[in-house]
């Protein structure tokens, strides 16, 4: 809540100074954006009704401290309504397997179409969604196109390790298979370039 702390200051601070300069109390605030989502398994975000009910006690403390009423109070949900809902959906190109270190797996996206891995290490689920698979899980690293040493989608990840559906070859120019992968708010479908 520390964010909305500082909007809630800052802006009880503006509505004392616009009642102290033009005598009007404006009835509404809007402390902007935030809401956090889950991107990963591992994410607990608050429920809304544990922020309303934060978001009023602070506005209400700042405004009792200014000598204001408390106004109404509003915010911008959007990530918070449209994130849970949302996916991205890649195709696999490359599959390259680091003997003893990882594998990475190259997508047809990455930090041209989302670039908060790259920013400030955000972090993302990926699943195989396309069929069950048996196969022992490998690390995995999901990496973007534009082969840029910050081009991550998802830094680790513990994928099935069959990479062998059999018609896939670009042998004879055979139909390659895909195989799909589901995250949260990423989404791959994998093709293996080679047998």
């Given at each position: 809540m520390s964010g909305f702390e500082v909007a809630a200051?800052?802006?009880v601070g503006l509505l004392k100074a616009v009642r102290d300069e033009h005598g009007v109390e404006l009835p509404e605030i809007d402390l902007g954006g935030g809401l956090g989502i889950a991107y990963t398994s591992d994410d607990d975000p608050r429920e809304p009704h544990e922020i309303a009910k934060a978001l009023t006690e602070i506005v209400t403390?700042?405004?009792e401290s200014a000598k204001l009423r408390t106004?109404?109070?509003?915010?911008e949900p959007g990530r918070a309504i449209v994130g849970p809902t949302a996916f991205t959906l890649?195709?696999?190109g490359t599959i390259k397997p680091l003997d003893g270190l990882r594998t990475y797996v190259s997508v047809d996206g990455g930090m041209s179409d989302n670039?908060?891995?790259a920013l400030y290490?955000?972090?993302y689920s990926v699943a195989l969604v396309s069929r069950r698979s048996d196969a022992e899980p490998m690390l995995a690293r999901v990496v973007g196109k534009h082969c840029e040493s910050g081009?991550?989608?998802?830094?680790?990840?513990?994928?099935?390790?069959?990479?062998r559906p059999v018609t896939s070859s670009p042998y004879r120019l055979r139909v390659r298979t895909a195989v799909p992968w589901r995250a949260i708010t990423t989404m791959c479908?994998?093709?293996?370039?080679?047998?």
């Open positions: 200051h800052r802006v403390r700042e405004c106004p109404r109070i509003s915010v890649y195709e696999v670039i908060r891995t290490d955000a972090e081009d991550i989608v998802v830094k680790d990840a513990f994928l099935p390790g069959t990479w479908s994998g093709r293996r370039s080679s047998p």
